[in-house]
């Protein structure tokens, strides 16, 4: 009984006890707390709706307990004097009703969301059981990608909100470099068609009715691309005309320049503008990868008293900004981890966001250093559906079991789940899925959801597919990345065949014709399930699409590589008529399903990423190709 259940999160502990409590119309929902209408909106109403839908029962909410025993059908009772964790709840079902208990109202919300699943799961009949329950995370998040090219409807945003609060999340991010529309600066999102200040309002009392609070988040160093390229922000760029990273050269400007008064200028601006939508008394400063730091403007400054005493001190120029305004700031830890000497002199009211997204990510070693100088933190491990068109599941969970394993050792204070969308976001948004509820699974109890099934749960929880079919497929093409035999840093190769020039995919060692066989056949075993779904979800129809697509998308990059390797002229040419036919088409659909769930801003970039292969496929890049290596089997060309 207690498998069938399939809870998500696993509780903490659970004990079935023997028999059985018939549900019948007619009962009551008690709210017995001092202020019961703080509960009607976010738990009761929730509780009612489910179970109207599930067994076509409707219960009446009161609020005191004045009420006959044997009309109770359910008893919240919150107490602050009850001896439970913080956020944490004791659900009792008898034979007699369903008893929860809470301390705190964040703890009876979650409680109902348990009781919701086993509703769902188990209808009429609910097993007798008693299921104690509290979070390893006291803060558990999930950060959405919003500047890169896409963003989200507000349909989608409270679909996606309703889903996570319950997986018990308690915080989202949206992650902004020119996302929001600031009023004083249309010039720099007027094609980004950005969240506007009155959808932030509506979406933050919609998320704090479910407990969820709504961080505002707006990169203040780096990342700050989409600004410094424009004319009229470039006098505060770093560098103008490139720089260098760790991974090549980079055109155009990054970061503020710390040695420019004008920046924090510039950032009060920015706060004073955002900040009033939000009820949240944090945020997010970002402040990550400023790589370009030293090799512009602020050379010398780098030069005379080193590269981490300037980020040092136009760090804590913005946290007195964000002071200022009465919030507590969150920042990225790069400087933490590349320039461990200045840990000492980093204010202590701050949070510091370890942050890393490949498997063997050095969390352990990272957060050991943050706890040792007392500053609080968060892990913030990622979903890894970013540059892989269909995740990468085992990464992504190693990835996920990694930060809260190092989490829960070193007390951190949350765990912040990331979901980026680099180089065009081109992941559908259901790709995501499986990251996430993984990640809200092992922040709220690790050791309970360990051993978690996932594709199971994830077909039930998030696809409410009871046949397990889509959660299936989903999990494994999210594995499908492994079969190609290459597996670059933070990405997929058959993403990176997708962004590639033709004879770049050629001249990268390791790609074989065998693999990219083998690779096809994975794709079409890991397809299968997708005949076989029954998804009970509204959108379900959609969701089928944005599978077959992603599926589409990762075979063109199979053939793609093919055509790149391939050898034999006469193939090669019906390869490349195949993918030049194939690119419409699938952009075509590409850009159907985007409209769907997202705004139309950052579409035409997005898109046109794709639109560049049906350029490539339809001149004769692939005969010189070929040529070449009849002619002694150049790997680059002229």
């Given at each position: 009984?207690?498998?069938?259940?399939?809870?998500?999160?696993?509780?903490?502990?659970?004990?079935?006890?023997?028999?059985?409590?018939?549900?019948?119309?007619?009962?009551?929902?008690?709210?017995?707390?001092?202020?019961?209408?703080?509960?009607?909106?976010?738990?009761?109403?929730?509780?009612?709706?489910?179970?109207?839908?599930?067994?076509?029962?409707?219960?009446?909410?009161?609020?005191?307990?004045?009420?006959?025993?044997?009309?109770?059908?359910?008893?919240?009772?919150?107490?602050?004097?009850?001896?439970?964790?913080?956020?944490?709840?004791?659900?009792?079902?008898?034979?007699?009703?369903?008893?929860?208990?809470?301390?705190?109202?964040?703890?009876?919300?979650?409680?109902?969301?348990?009781?919701?699943?086993?509703?769902?799961?188990?209808?009429?009949?609910?097993?007798?059981?008693?299921?104690?329950?509290?979070?390893?995370?006291?803060?558990?998040?999930?950060?959405?990608?919003?500047?890169?090219?896409?963003?989200?409807?507000?349909?989608?945003?409270?679909?996606?909100?309703?889903?996570?609060?319950?997986?018990?999340?308690?915080?989202?991010?949206?992650?902004?470099?020119?996302?929001?529309?600031?009023?004083?600066?249309?010039?720099?999102?007027?094609?980004?068609?950005?969240?506007?200040?009155?959808?932030?309002?509506?979406?933050?009392?919609?998320?704090?009715?479910?407990?969820?609070?709504?961080?505002?988040?707006?990169?203040?160093?780096?990342?700050?691309?989409?600004?410094?390229?424009?004319?009229?922000?470039?006098?505060?760029?770093?560098?103008?005309?490139?720089f260098q990273t760790p991974w090549g050269y980079r055109q155009g400007s990054f970061?503020?320049?710390?040695?420019?008064?004008?920046?924090?200028?510039?950032?009060?601006?920015?706060?004073?503008?955002?900040?009033?939508?939000?009820?949240?008394?944090?945020?997010?400063?970002?402040?990550?990868?400023?790589?370009?730091?030293?090799?512009?403007?602020?050379?010398?400054?780098?030069?005379?008293?080193?590269?981490?005493?300037?980020?040092?001190?136009?760090?804590?120029?913005?946290?007195?900004?964000?002071?200022?305004?009465?919030?507590?700031?969150?920042?990225?830890?790069?400087?933490?981890?590349?320039?461990?000497?200045?840990?000492?002199?980093?204010?202590?009211?701050?949070?510091?966001?370890?942050?890393?997204?490949?498997?063997?990510?050095?969390?352990?070693?990272?957060?050991?250093?943050?706890?040792?100088?007392?500053?609080?933190?968060?892990?913030?491990?990622?979903?890894?559906?970013?540059?892989?068109?269909?995740?990468?599941?085992?990464?992504?969970?190693?990835?996920?079991?990694?930060?809260?394993?190092?989490?829960?050792?070193?007390?951190?204070?949350?765990?912040?789940?990331?979901?980026?969308?680099?180089?065009?976001?081109?992941?559908?948004?259901?790709?995501?899925?499986?990251?996430?509820i993984a990640g809200a699974a092992y922040a709220w109890s690790l050791e309970s959801?360990?051993?978690?099934?996932?594709?199971?749960?994830?077909?039930?929880?998030?696809?409410?597919?009871?046949?397990?079919?889509?959660?299936?497929?989903?999990?494994?093409?999210?594995?499908?990345?492994?079969?190609?035999?290459?597996?670059?840093?933070?990405?997929?190769?058959?993403?990176?065949?997708?962004?590639?020039?033709?004879?770049?995919?050629?001249?990268?060692?390791?790609?074989?014709?065998?693999?990219?066989?083998?690779?096809?056949?994975?794709?079409?075993?890991?397809?299968?399930?997708?005949?076989?779904?029954?998804?009970?979800?509204?959108?379900?129809?959609?969701?089928?699409?944005?599978?077959?697509?992603?599926?589409?998308?990762?075979?063109?990059?199979?053939?793609?590589?093919?055509?790149?390797?391939?050898?034999?002229?006469?193939?090669?040419?019906?390869?490349?008529?195949?993918?030049?036919?194939?690119?419409?088409?699938?952009?075509?659909?590409?850009?159907?399903?985007?409209?769907?769930?997202?705004?139309?801003?950052?579409?035409?970039?997005?898109?046109?990423?794709?639109?560049?292969?049906?350029?490539?496929?339809?001149?004769?890049?692939?005969?010189?190709?070929?040529?070449?290596?009849?002619?002694g089997g150049v790997d680059e060309l002229s």
């Amino acid at each position: 009984m207690e498998n069938k259940l399939l809870l998500m999160p696993t509780p903490r502990r659970l004990e079935m006890e023997g028999g059985q409590y018939s549900m019948a119309g007619g009962r009551l929902i008690l709210l017995d707390t001092k202020n019961p209408q703080a509960l009607l909106f976010s738990m009761a109403r929730r509780f009612q709706r489910a179970l109207l839908a599930r067994c076509g029962l409707q219960w009446e909410i009161v609020g005191s307990p004045a009420v006959p025993a044997s009309l109770t059908g359910l008893a919240v009772h919150v107490h602050p004097e009850f001896d439970i964790p913080d956020q944490g709840y004791l659900l009792v079902i008898s034979a007699q009703g369903i008893s929860l208990r809470a301390r705190e109202l964040a703890g009876a919300f979650y409680g109902v969301c348990t009781l919701i699943q086993i509703v769902d799961r188990c209808g009429f009949s609910l097993p007798c059981l008693r299921i104690t329950d509290s979070p390893d995370f006291p803060a558990r998040g999930v950060m959405l990608d919003v500047s890169r090219e896409r963003v989200p409807s507000m349909e989608t945003l409270y679909s996606l909100v309703d889903m996570l609060a319950g997986w018990k999340i308690n915080q989202l991010q949206l992650y902004t470099e020119h996302a929001f529309a600031y009023r004083q600066h249309p010039q720099v999102w007027e094609k980004v068609t950005p969240i506007t200040g009155q959808e932030v309002m509506e979406l933050d009392v919609f998320c704090r009715e479910r407990f969820i609070e709504l961080v505002p988040n707006q990169q203040s160093f780096g990342h700050l691309a989409p600004w410094l390229n424009h004319p009229d922000y470039k006098h505060l760029a770093e560098v103008e005309d490139g720089f260098q990273t760790p991974w090549g050269y980079r055109q155009g400007s990054f970061s503020l320049s710390p040695i420019d008064p004008g920046s924090i200028e510039f950032l009060r601006g920015l706060y004073a503008e955002l900040l009033p939508h939000f009820s949240s008394r944090m945020l997010n400063v970002g402040c990550d990868e400023t790589w370009d730091i030293g090799q512009g403007r602020s050379k010398e400054a780098c030069a005379r008293t080193g590269r981490g005493r300037v980020h040092l001190d136009f760090l804590n120029q913005v946290f007195q900004e964000v002071r200022r305004f009465g919030r507590t700031p969150q920042f990225w830890g790069d400087i933490l981890v590349e320039h461990p000497e200045v840990i000492p002199e980093l204010p202590r009211d701050g949070i510091v966001l370890e942050w890393g997204y490949e498997a063997d990510h050095p969390f352990d070693e990272h957060v050991s250093l943050i706890e040792a100088s007392g500053i609080p933190f968060y892990v913030c491990p990622g979903t890894s559906s970013w540059c892989s068109l269909a995740g990468r599941t085992d990464n992504a969970l190693a990835n996920l079991r990694s930060a809260a394993e190092s989490g829960v050792k070193h007390g951190a204070s949350g765990y912040l789940n990331t979901d980026w969308g680099d180089y065009g976001h081109w992941q559908a948004w259901p790709v995501s899925y499986l990251g996430m509820i993984a990640g809200a699974a092992y922040a709220w109890s690790l050791e309970s959801n360990r051993d978690l099934d996932l594709a199971e749960s994830l077909s039930w929880h998030a696809f409410q597919d009871a046949s397990g079919a889509t959660g299936r497929a989903a999990f494994d093409l999210g594995n499908v990345y492994r079969a190609v035999g290459i597996e670059p840093h933070n990405s997929s190769a058959l993403f990176r065949i997708m962004q590639w020039p033709l004879e770049q995919i050629r001249a990268a060692e390791g790609f074989t014709l065998a693999n990219f066989e083998k690779t096809l056949e994975a794709i079409e075993t890991a397809s299968e399930p997708l005949s076989r779904t029954r998804m009970e979800r509204p959108d379900r129809e959609l969701v089928q699409d944005e599978f077959e697509l992603t599926a589409r998308l990762l075979r063109h990059a199979c053939c793609r590589g093919l055509l790149a390797l391939e050898d034999e002229p006469q193939k090669a040419s019906g390869i490349q008529r195949q993918l030049a036919a194939d690119v419409p088409a699938l952009v075509a659909e590409y850009r159907r399903i985007w409209l769907r769930r997202n705004r139309t801003g950052g579409l035409a970039e997005s898109s046109a990423r794709l639109e560049k292969l049906y350029q490539e496929y339809t001149s004769n890049i692939s005969d010189k190709i070929s040529m070449q290596r009849e002619q002694g089997g150049v790997d680059e060309l002229s």
